[in-house]
């Protein structure tokens, strides 16, 4: 089966929670062992702990993707305790509104720290390791955004950083490939998530649901079989490439 992942090791950044908790799963669930990264180590933790009830082996690391030592000393714990690693999900992401006209260059720098700069370092950590053992998959997240400009959403940055992952993911897939490296990534559309469903969003997600021909938000099961794709043998002629799971609302 071309889809199994036994005996190859993974790691998740931004794996606390959300999308990249709903991937530490999938990618567990479909055998591999998996590193779960993330800038809060008590959510971590709490995946590494679902993980392991259900017999997967895997770990919790501290990590702020944004800093080089934090990536470098993910990496080194995970070499350390499993041997190399196979699998770098490269999840986590901020995301922030304001009118372009009032983004301060905080929230900026920020952003691109890290949605860019920390998809940078550990593609770079990661993608040494795999290119030395000629073998290695990348998956990033990106977003719908680094297509389109949802509407109505006041996300300058974030767009923009995201659209620099597409790039960053199409440069790199290109050019690690004949060494045995693909990188690819996933755009989701707008997942459902928790806070989603309170009383302040209500009118935006009306809006929302207008925009998507599907008829309804994206939900983490969507993304799961999508990940452990783009992580299994079965994609090995993919690379670069940009995986939109969106319900079709780019194409609206
Ligand atoms: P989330 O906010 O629910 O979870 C993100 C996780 O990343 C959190 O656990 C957080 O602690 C962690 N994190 C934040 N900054 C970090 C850092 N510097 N280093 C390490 N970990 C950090 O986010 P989500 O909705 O699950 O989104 C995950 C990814 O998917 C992001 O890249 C996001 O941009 C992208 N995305 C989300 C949606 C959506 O609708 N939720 C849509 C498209 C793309």
Same mark, same amino acid.
Request: charged residues 10%.
């Given at each position: 089966d071309r889809l199994q992942l036994d005996g190859k090791v993974a790691y998740v950044t +931004?794996? +606390?929670? +959300?999308i990249g908790r709903a991937f530490c799963h999938a990618l567990g669930e479909a055998g591999a062992k998996v590193a779960v990264a993330d800038l809060v180590l008590a959510k971590a933790e709490a995946v590494a702990c679902e993980l392991r009830l259900k017999g997967i082996k895997s770990i919790a690391i501290a990590a702020d993707v944004s800093r080089p030592e934090d990536v470098q000393r993910m990496l080194a714990t995970i070499v350390d305790k499993w +041997? &190399?690693? /196979?699998i770098a999900c490269n999840n986590a992401g901020i995301n922030m509104n304001s009118p372009s006209e009032a983004t301060s260059l905080e929230e900026w720098d920020k952003t691109f720290n890290v949605n860019l700069r920390g998809l940078f370092l550990c593609c770079q950590a990661a993608g040494r390791i795999m290119l030395n053992q000629g073998y290695g998959k990348i998956i990033n997240t990106a977003s719908m955004a680094s297509l389109i400009v949802p509407h109505p959403q006041k996300q300058l940055a974030y767009n923009a950083s995201k659209a620099g992952v597409v790039k960053l993911t199409q440069t790199l897939g290109t050019e690690w490939i004949d060494r045995g490296v693909r990188v690819n990534c996933i755009s989701p559309g707008i997942v459902e998530t928790p806070?989603? /469903?309170?009383e302040e969003l209500k009118p935006l997600v009306q809006c929302w649901l207008t925009d998507i021909p599907a008829g309804r938000l994206a939900r983490v099961t969507d993304l799961q079989a999508a990940v452990v794709y783009l992580a299994s043998?079965?994609?090995?002629?993919? &690379?670069?490439h940009n995986l939109v799971i969106e319900g079709g609302q780019s194409l609206w």
């Open positions: +931004g794996g +606390g929670q +959300g +041997g &190399t690693v /196979h806070l989603i /469903h309170s043998e079965a994609s090995d002629y993919m &690379t670069g």
